[in-house]
C-alpha cells in the first residue's frame, strides 16, 4: 500500500552525509564539547540568515522562550500576553517566571493573533506580548509592534515554527525585541535532539542572556545571577550549520508542495490558512480545516497517509493551566480551531505524486460521504 508519512531525515543529510560524519568522528575524539567554535560558527551564521545581531544557542525551543523572559526581568506580578491556540511550550514558559500569562483568541482566518483582542488584553502589568508565528506564517508585526511602542511593553517573537520566514522582507525573529527558534528534530530547522536558540539585536538583552543560559556567570567562578544550564551543544551546533546552507531552498520547496495542495484541493469543503501578500510564510504545518475533521482523519491514517491534529486541546483547557480560572467557551476561535484543524504531510523531499496521492484520498473521504448522503 502507498504511505505518505511526515518525516524524511534521510533526505536532510544528502547530498554531503559523509564529510558531516567525518567532522562529527574529529569533534568526539577532540573534546571540545561545550561552547566550542562550532557553537560560535553556529550563532554567527544564524544570526545573519536572520538579519539580527546577536544568536545564542541553549537546551531547546521552551528554554529560549524561558531564558528570554527572565533576561527581560520579567517574573512574579507582571502579565505576558500570547494567544490561546499555540504550543503549551509558549505559555509554560511564561508561566515558569512567576509571571502570569495572559491569553487572547486567534483570527479566525490567519490563526494568528487576533490584535483587537490583544487592545482589550493590555493592562497596567503588561509587561511583553509572544506572538507566535504559527504553522510557519508570520504575524503581521507592525500593528502589534506600534501598540507595543505606544503602551511601553516588548515583543518577543516565538518563531518555533517559522525559520526564515518574512514578513515585509524582513525575517521573522528579528523584529521584537528578542525571538526564540526550536531546532526540534519536527522542525523545518532539525537538530538531532533537543535544541533553540535565541536572536537579538539589543547587546543588553544578549549580554544577560549568555549569563543567564551558563547559571548566571559573568566570569569564572563569578555568579551574577540564578540562571539555567542550557546551552546549545556543540554536536548539534555543527548538524545545524550542516542544514542551514539549505534551508531557503528547503522552504521554497515547502511553498511549492503548499501550492499544490491549495491546487489539488480547491473544489471540495475545506478551507486553509490565509494568504497574504506580504509575507514569505515557511509551511512548517499544513493545515486543512474540515467540520468532519475526526472523520477524515481517520479515512487519510486508514488510506496511509500520516496526517496528525496540531494541536486538539487549546492552552486554556489544559489540566496543567487549571488554575488560572480560564474556561471552555472564553476563546470561541481557539476551540473551533482545535476541532476543525488537520495537518497534511509536509516535506521539502514530497514529490507531485505524493501530493496527488494525499490530496486523492482527501478526496475520496468526500466523495464517499456524498454518495453516503446520497444512499
Ligand atoms: C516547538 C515549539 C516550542 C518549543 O520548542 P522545544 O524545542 O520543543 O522546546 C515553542 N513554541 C512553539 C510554537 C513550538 O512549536
Redesign the pocket.
Same mark, same amino acid.
Do not use: E
Given at each position: 500500500m502507498r504511505q505518505c508519512s511526515r518525516y524524511n531525515y534521510r533526505a536532510q543529510f544528502q547530498p554531503s552525509f559523509d564529510m558531516l560524519l567525518k567532522d562529527l568522528s574529529a569533534m568526539l575524539l577532540a573534546g571540545d564539547y561545550v561552547l566550542s567554535s562550532h557553537v560560535d560558527e553556529f550563532e554567527r551564521n544564524f544570526a545573519s540568515f536572520n538579519g539580527s545581531a546577536y544568536c545564542l544557542g541553549v537546551?531547546? %525551543?521552551?528554554?529560549?522562550?524561558l531564558i528570554v523572559l527572565r533576561s527581560l526581568g520579567i517574573g512574579p506580578g507582571d502579565e505576558v500576553i500570547t494567544q490561546a491556540n499555540?504550543?503549551?511550550?509558549?505559555v509554560a514558559?511564561i508561566a515558569l517566571t512567576g509571571a502570569t500569562p495572559v491569553l487572547v483568541d486567534a483570527d479566525d482566518e490567519s490563526f494568528l493573533i487576533d490584535s483587537t483582542a490583544v487592545l482589550a488584553a493590555i493592562t497596567r502589568r503588561t509587561r511583553a506580548i509572544i506572538p507566535?508565528?504559527?504553522f510557519g506564517k508570520p504575524t503581521p508585526m507592525r500593528e502589534i509592534l506600534a501598540v507595543s511602542h505606544k503602551k511601553d511593553f516588548l515583543v518577543v517573537e516565538?518563531a518555533?515554527?517559522a525559520h526564515g520566514a518574512r514578513i515585509n522582507g524582513r525575517r521573522v525573529g528579528s523584529l521584537g525585541i528578542a525571538g526564540?527558534f526550536?531546532?526540534?528534530p519536527?522542525?523545518n530547522l532539525a537538530a538531532a535532539g533537543?535544541? %533553540?536558540a535565541i536572536v537579538t539585536n539589543d547587546a543588553t538583552v544578549a549580554r544577560k542572556v549568555e549569563q543567564i543560559r551558563a547559571l548566571g556567570q559573568r566570569g569564572p567562578n563569578e555568579h551574577v545571577a540564578v540562571g539555567y544550564n542550557s546551552k546549545l551543544d556543540s554536536l548539534q551546533a555543527r548538524i545545524l550549520s550542516h542544514k542551514l546552507a539549505r534551508l531557503d531552498d528547503w522552504n521554497a520547496q515547502r511553498r511549492r508542495v503548499a501550492a499544490h495542495y491549495r491546487d489539488a484541493l480547491v473544489d471540495i469543503p475545506v478551507s486553509f490558512q490565509r494568504q497574504d501578500a506580504d509575507e514569505e510564510h515557511v509551511y512548517?504545518l499544513f493545515q486543512i480545516r474540515c467540520e468532519w475533521r475526526d472523520d477524515l482523519l481517520a479515512h487519510l491514517k486508514r488510506s496511509g497517509v500520516d496526517a496528525v491534529v496540531r494541536y486538539p486541546v487549546p492552552i486554556h483547557l489544559q489540566p496543567a493551566f487549571q488554575h488560572q480560572g480560564w474556561s471552555r467557551g472564553q476563546f470561541p476561535v481557539a476551540e473551533r480551531l482545535a476541532n476543525e484543524l488537520l495537518c497534511l504531510p509536509i516535506r521539502p523531499d514530497l514529490t507531485e505524486g505524493d501530493v496527488g496521492f494525499v490530496s486523492d484520498c482527501v478526496r475520496s473521504f468526500f466523495d464517499h460521504a456524498i454518495a453516503r448522503r446520497g444512499a
Open positions: 537546551n531547546s %525551543g521552551t528554554d529560549a522562550l499555540t504550543f503549551h511550550a509558549t514558559a507566535v508565528h504559527l516565538d518555533a515554527q526564540c526550536s531546532f526540534h519536527s522542525k533537543d535544541a %533553540g512548517h
